[in-house]
């Protein structure tokens, strides 16, 4: 079986970072199965089957959390975001209702200047906001593919385990061995007769005194053992 690749963490707290959201994406960057082209080579089977589904289960579980966890950080982001604009525009005009050094610009665009060069501590703190946000919205959208990814790989997992169970019960995984004769046969049902001594058939009526041409008359048991046997 393949190594689990190293879990991040089990919980996140107000300390996530990008740093964190890094190393989250080069983690789920190793989620990736590889299958084989027929698991229903002697070496594989269903064994191999369900190992894989197994690995694959597991890793899904581990980026759903992921995605889980990063949607929570996102929310509360953009809830930070949202206070933090309000803030601003609220600075933003009273400054430009009220402060004189802005209010002295010759157009609304000086106004506007002037008043942005006196929040710029505000600015700079909104923009970092934001550009965060936008980074971890994308990051969020790389892990939402990766888990559509895997469930994709699942899919495929069952479809493999599906032919794993239909070459069983024909015979070919440990079971009854598939007839290479061009003879089908159903596995739970006796092998044809592959021939018929109707010489015995006809001899033992004749020495019983029957008539070989009456159909009516039925062979004797050891005539038809002998031909069930043969």
Sequence with gaps: ME???????????????LHTIQRILNEVSAYQIELVADPTLPEYGNKYVMEKM??????????HYYMQSVKVYLRDLKSK???????????????????PTVRSGSSSADRHAIATFQLKYEYEEL?????????ISESFDILKDRYENLKSTMQDIRTQKSVVKDE?????IGGRPVPT??????????????????????????KSG?????DSEKPSEAALKNWLNS
């Design 54 to 63: 197994s690995q694959c289960r597991f890793m899904m579980n581990r980026v």
């Design 127 to 135: 923009s970092k906001l934001k550009t965060k946000i936008n980074d």
């Design 210 to 214: 029957g008539n070989p041409d009456d």
């Design 3 to 17: 190594k689990e690749p190293e879990k991040i963490q089990d919980s996140f707290d107000e300390d996530m970072d």
């Design 168 to 172: 069983k019960d024909i015979g070919g």
């Design 81 to 99: 975001e949202r206070i933090s604009s309000l803030d601003f525009d609220f600075k933003m005009r009273d400054k430009m209702a009220n402060d």
């Design 181 to 206: 004769q061009g003879v089908y046969y159903d596995p739970g049902v006796p092998p044809v007769v592959s021939s018929i001594d109707m010489n015995a058939i006809l001899d033992d009526k004749e």
